[in-house]
């Protein structure tokens, strides 16, 4: 099917100013050397921003027409181009333009520290820097076609290895781009999972590739960059996730009684959970968070795990990085939070992720923080 | 055009729960010109104590004329200008009558003539010189304006209050360089005009040497072709200014001469500017932030008819990281020192003049230990006169028994002149 008729087409004459590696109209910054380019950043968008290729790409036409717009069948929210003013994530006041704010002197954020994609009015998210680390080592590729396709990737950046923050980025849109070019199976629901989860491993195996090409143009650094990767295919009334290290992907029914964990992480947590412990035991150990599997040069083993599960009531597909689930890991939490998320008048899952994110910030923002969410509701038509 | 280049100094990383922040921000001056070239008319008035005492020894008031007169071959052509005589009143010298003539050939020879024939005799009453001074200027056209002025004694013949008033109603209206002859005048007095009308203050010990020192005065002035800039101070809502001191080439605190522009926005007048550099630190209390943030403690900008010519940074970011935020910027440390030399001389010797022995001793160790620290060799040279240094290290100084009191006093007045920190290369 591959139905990316509205994408971007890679434009081989614009290159990267700092580094000359190609870039896409539309990237806020460059894949190769993570650089922010300036022409995403004049034309970009205060609330919906990429720094992707994704199908929010449009956001770098400057005669973009506000409000939400219908791309090829498809509902993108864009805040108003024309008047779109940088104001302050702290207190809200405009940022000047030596790039700090006017009121409270907050250092405005990067493209790359603060991100949303909305590729369809039922598919969005948010990878936010956190507050404590100085890097948002975090990365998500976000994309939909019509109302009941959507791909979900995050990348979480290993934060000790220099670097990770493009490792994450290139594998999470190498990844994402695939599955989009995938064609849908048909056929039984078993055939369609079967062939979704072949895509899955190929997809993680180009997400390796990546990380690992970002090692060689590094030139081999002894402690090469690297990441997690976690990604959901949503088709129709199918699920299929596949994941390598402790990023993870939720079903959140809006029945309490129906979520389910998709993911398990490859962590010694859950080698610890494995030997007995409880979950308060196990998370409060400080080894919790040690990864056993993860994409890279240094992987020993980058191959991912997969869940698939059959959706029949509505609900959301959540996928996060830690930085989101240390501080709600079980989904009855996460789905509380974006219950409270759509109480308090956030409408459409970019709005909710913004809200879970600020959450988590509001927690101590400990980590870099991603938040991507799918709706499903068989009951519509 | 001049340009002007800002950079900052400081460490920029606070611990968690920190709140003050600390830069020196450096301000450079290029392509300054020469006085009246682009920055509108330039004003000049030279103010000669002639009272009774100018004549006790005559060489005084032979010197101040042959100062006036070189000081005046120094003034540009086209430049607007005045002597003044002052004693128990301020005088016209020369034009004959209230007023400023244009620089000539021929007007510069006129008010050499009269300069030369000066005369003294009367009190001396520096408020009506500067109220004098100030009503000149008023008829004076936009552009540069600056006055020197010259006295050997204490202020007399005056109301206790005529100085502040004056000063009062002159502040902003021009800039004064202030020097004292021989040893019988007051430094707080000078130094007090001289700061509040961004000009210098020095003694001239002897009279011989009082000609060389207003030509090389009236050439400073005259190089000075930018003729008015402000420093402008933005500081985030919440914060408080500590303090913005200039630092170098000395220490003037400016921070009461701040103008609230806007509510998180001040103004300090800088006066006029030559190819210079002047570095001011910069204090500010800023709100807390939680680690990971990046703020910013105050945006320090130079500002000429209203637009900012540099702009300086002076950041605020949060971590946990104690290898960062234990580590105190050397140009900070370097001021913050020579700021406290100032103090402890000046402390110190306002404490010997007050007969108290004691405390002078340990204050002016103190300056000899912080001088010799920081490599403040014209300082250390200065105090060598006053004091004898017996633990440099440890600032043991005892008070010289005999002790030139024009010394003490060029100690006091140079007290606020500081060395550059030494930058690496």
Not at chain 1, 334 to 351: F, S, V
Not at chain 2, 360 to 371: D, I, P, R, S
């Amino acid at each position: 099917m591959s139905n990316v008729s509205d994408r971007d087409v890679p434009d081989s004459d614009v290159l990267c100013p700092a580094c000359a590696a190609p870039i896409h109209v539309g990237d806020a910054f460059c894949e190769a050397c993570g650089s922010t380019l300036d022409a995403a950043r004049s034309s970009g968008d205060a609330t919906v921003e990429t720094p992707t290729l994704g199908a929010s790409g449009t956001t770098a036409q400057p005669a973009a027409q506000p409000g939400a717009q219908e791309l090829g069948g498809r509902t993108h929210l864009l805040a108003p181009s024309a008047a779109r003013v940088e104001v302050c994530h702290v207190c809200g006041a405009p940022i000047a333009d030596d790039g700090f704010c006017s009121q409270c002197g907050q250092r405005a954020r990067t493209r790359r520290e603060h991100w949303t994609e909305t590729p369809a009015a039922w598919v969005g998210g948010v990878c936010d820097k956190g507050i404590v680390h100085a890097r948002n080592e975090d990365a998500m590729a976000l994309d939909a076609a019509g109302d009941d396709f959507a791909v979900l990737v995050v990348c979480d950046g290993v934060t000790t290895a220099p670097d990770s923050d493009r490792a994450s980025l290139a594998a999470s849109k190498a990844a994402c781009a695939q599955l989009m070019a995938v064609a849908r199976p048909t056929g039984s629901f078993a055939a369609r999972l079967t062939a979704w989860q072949a895509a899955l491993g190929a997809a993680c195996a180009t997400a390796n590739a990546e990380a690992v090409a970002v090692a060689r143009s590094l030139g081999d650094p002894r402690e090469p960059p690297s990441c997690t990767f976690v990604a959901a295919v949503v088709d129709h009334d199918l699920v299929a996730a596949a994941w390598c290290g402790d990023s993870r992907a939720y079903w959140i029914a809006d029945d309490p009684a129906g979520s389910v964990e998709l993911s398990l992480d490859h962590s010694l947590g859950t080698e610890m959970l494995a030997a007995g412990f409880t979950r308060e035991q196990a998370e409060a150990d400080p080894t919790f968070h040690t990864i056993t599997r993860w994409l890279g040069a240094d992987s020993i083993d980058p191959t991912p795990e997969f869940r698939t599960m059959a959706v029949d009531a509505p609900g959301w597909v959540l996928v996060v990085s830690d930085g989101m689930w240390n501080y709600a890991s079980p989904a009855d939490d996460l789905r509380r939070l974006i219950e409270e998320a759509a109480a308090d008048g956030a409408t459409g899952p970019t709005q909710i992720a913004e809200s879970l994110a600020a959450f988590a910030n509001g927690c101590g923002g400990h980590d870099n923080i991603t938040v991507a969410l799918a709706r499903r509701d068989p009951q519509l038509p | 055009m001049a340009e002007f280049r800002a950079e900052v100094f400081q460490n920029e990383y606070l611990s968690d729960g920190a709140t003050d922040v600390h830069a020196v921000v450096s301000i450079t001056c290029t392509g300054a010109g020469s006085a009246g070239e682009r920055s509108g008319d330039v004003s000049e008035v030279i103010i000669i104590d002639t009272s009774g005492s100018m004549d006790m020894p005559s060489s005084k008031i032979a010197a101040a004329r042959r100062a006036a007169k070189v000081a005046l071959d120094e003034i540009v052509d086209g430049a607007w200008f005045a002597v003044l005589s002052g004693h128990t009143i301020a005088q016209m010298v020369y034009p004959e009558h209230p007023g400023l003539a244009k620089m000539s050939a021929v007007t510069r020879a006129e008010a050499k003539e009269a300069a030369g024939k000066v005369r003294s005799g009367g009190a001396t009453a520096i408020g009506a010189w500067i109220a004098a001074a100030t009503a000149l200027f008023e008829q004076a056209p936009a552009g540069q304006r600056h006055a020197i002025l010259l006295t050997d004694g204490k202020i007399e013949g005056e109301e206790p209050g005529a100085l502040d008033a004056a000063l009062a109603a002159a502040t902003g209206k021009f800039q004064c360089d202030c020097r004292g002859i021989g040893s019988d005048w007051v430094v707080d007095e000078l130094r007090t005009i001289s700061t509040a009308l961004l000009g210098t203050v020095d003694i001239v010990a002897k009279a011989e040497d009082l000609e060389a020192d207003f030509e090389q005065m009236m050439k400073t002035a005259m190089s000075r072709g930018v003729a008015d800039a402000r420093l402008r101070l933005w500081a985030p809502q919440g914060s408080t200014v500590q303090f913005v001191r200039q630092v170098a080439p000395q220490v003037d605190d400016v921070t009461p001469r701040a103008v609230q522009v806007s509510p998180l926005v001040v103004e300090f007048p800088t006066g006029a500017w030559s190819d210079e550099s002047r570095d001011y630190h910069v204090a500010v209390r800023v709100p807390v932030a939680p680690v990971g943030n990046e703020r910013l403690a105050a945006r320090v900008e130079l500002v000429v008819d209203d637009q900012v010519l540099a702009k300086a940074l002076v950041k605020a970011i949060w971590t946990g990281d104690a290898n960062l935020t234990t580590r105190i910027d050397p140009a900070v440390a370097h001021y913050t020192g020579q700021a406290q030399l100032a103090d402890v001389i000046q402390r110190g010797l306002a404490a010997k003049t007050a007969g108290d022995d004691r405390t002078a001793t340990v204050l002016l160790g103190e300056a000899a230990k912080l001088a010799h620290q920081s490599g403040n060799e014209d300082t250390t040279r200065l105090l060598n006169k006053v004091v004898d240094v017996v633990d440099v290290e440890a600032g043991t100084v005892r008070l010289k028994r005999e002790v030139e009191r024009s010394d003490e006093m060029a100690l006091d007045t140079r007290s606020t002149k500081t060395t550059r920190i030494k930058r690496e290369p």
